[in-house]
């Protein structure tokens, strides 16, 4: 979008009616993928800063139920359709306390996610994460140094997630095992 297209949606009472009446539907019905849906046209149009923190705590707080309830049916969850979502919703939950150099609150939602998804491809990228965040590796310097950014075949399912780095990852991990085992052992009690 442009500017003036920008500056249109912005302003056109039939959009911004839209979008406040998919929110309050979508926080009715906890649709996940609507409120995504409001939540990314909202930050794309720089709306209303408060509007927008509430439905990230919605978004939070349907995630927290949903996979509390995949996980105690003894299931992990997979990227397609909401528990994708659930998922995006865990791993920006962690990207946004590690930039914030909340590493122990990053470390909790990564080590979860890596025991609660089924995708090697995931959870390998999401050890390198937590792996970082041990070694507390801020996060931009984290993505100067280990993303790869010209990396152009993005897969759909990994669209929300950093998986591609400027190292190969089962070298890293094995490199970094002692580091990661520390991790697992120190985080444990959070899976019971």
Not at 4 to 14: G, K, Q, S, V, Y
Not at 82 to 101: C, G, M, P, Q, T
Not at 120 to 133: G, M, N, P, R, S
């Amino acid at each position: 979008m442009d500017k003036a297209e920008l500056h249109e949606a912005r302003t056109n009472p039939e959009f911004l009616n839209y979008l406040e009446q998919t929110r309050l539907d979508a926080i009715q019905t906890e649709n996940i993928s609507a409120l995504y849906e409001v939540l990314d046209s909202m930050l794309i149009l720089d709306l209303d800063e408060e509007k927008i923190n509430a439905i990230y705590e919605t978004i939070l707080k349907i995630a927290f139920e949903k996979i509390e309830a995949i996980v105690n049916s003894g299931k992990k969850l997979q990227l397609k359709n909401d528990e994708l979502l659930y998922v995006r919703s865990f791993y920006e939950h962690a990207i946004e306390k590690w930039s914030y150099n909340d590493f122990n609150g990053a470390k909790e939602f990564l080590f979860l996610l890596i025991h609660i998804i089924e995708d090697e491809k995931l959870i390998d990228a999401f050890k390198v994460h937590l792996i970082a965040c041990s070694k507390e590796i801020d996060l931009d310097s984290f993505y100067d140094n280990c993303v790869d950014t010209h990396v152009m075949d993005v897969v759909e399912q990994y669209g929300y997630f950093i998986i591609n780095f400027t190292f190969d990852v089962n070298t890293y991990i094995h490199d970094n095992l002692a580091t990661l085992q520390n991790e697992f052992n120190n985080l444990k009690h959070l899976l019971d």
